[in-house]
């Protein structure tokens, strides 16, 4: 699976938009894109992922790039509870069994 | 709602000790499940691969013999942690995954494990 990088930290003021940045410059046609959120001391959640597509749900919007190589997820109104470790992975889309690699993520603290 | 249900969410125990801890897929059956293990301030790291009905697949550098995996049904996978020492502390954490395509990986509220 292809590697991702993002910034290990970002702040964000409550009620604002949280963008958050991936690049995964070596993505493959078959791969996906995921994101993941851990709060602290709870295991992670699932978020949202995309192919090609903009998605959007009710948690946030994924923008990925026309070239794949990079991605923003939305959290278009932040808020105190949305402060976690994000995690974007990307992985090739199977009907095998392989498991998500996680990498440092990006914390996000939401600031009242 | 939790689509996976990991148990106990939280254990004390002296060192030499051995500790269950089991994860369960709820609604939806888990061919396969997937066991994470997080030191503070790290990201999580992939430990074993549990496949229903026959043997785990282990990370490199995991002892199969010291995180023994069982998978005995669809719907549950034990891990247990072998005469646990301090250095095993840490928090735990089971995954399972619907079957096909590009389904999301959903994951247990995590086990924190402590040794004395």
């Known amino acids: 699976d292809a590697k991702t990088t993002q910034p290990p930290s970002m702040d964000c003021a409550e009620g604002r938009a949280a963008n958050l940045p991936c690049n995964h410059s070596?993505?493959?046609?078959?791969?996906?894109v995921y994101w993941y959120r851990q709060i602290h001391s709870q295991g992670p959640q699932y978020i949202i992922h995309g192919l090609k597509n903009n998605e959007t749900n009710e948690m946030a919007s994924l923008i990925i790039t026309e070239d794949r190589k990079s991605s923003t997820l939305i959290l278009p109104h932040a808020t105190l509870r949305d402060t976690a470790v994000y995690y974007c992975i990307v992985r090739v889309a199977t009907s095998g069994n392989t498991p998500l690699v996680f990498g440092k993520g990006t914390r996000l603290s939401v600031i009242a | 709602g939790a689509v996976v249900s990991q148990h106990p969410s939280w254990v004390i125990c002296k060192s030499g000790t051995s500790v269950k801890i089991e994860c369960r897929s709820l609604?939806?059956?888990?061919?396969?499940m997937f066991w994470y293990r997080q030191f503070p301030k790290q990201s999580l790291m992939l430990m074993a691969t549990?496949?229903?009905?026959?043997?785990?697949?282990?990370e490199q550098g995991v002892e199969k013999d010291k995180f023994l995996i069982n998978h005995a049904s669809l719907t549950l996978s034990t891990l247990t942690v072998t005469s646990a020492h301090p250095e095993d502390s840490s928090f735990y954490i089971c995954?399972?995954?619907?079957?096909?395509?590009?389904?999301?990986?959903?994951f247990g509220d995590g086990t924190r494990l402590s040794i004395l």
């Open positions: 995954s399972a995954r619907f079957t096909g395509g590009n389904q999301p990986q959903h």
């Open positions: 549990s496949n229903e009905g026959s043997k785990a697949t282990y």
């Open positions: 609604d939806f059956q888990a061919t396969t």
């Open positions: 070596t993505i493959s046609g078959n791969e996906y």
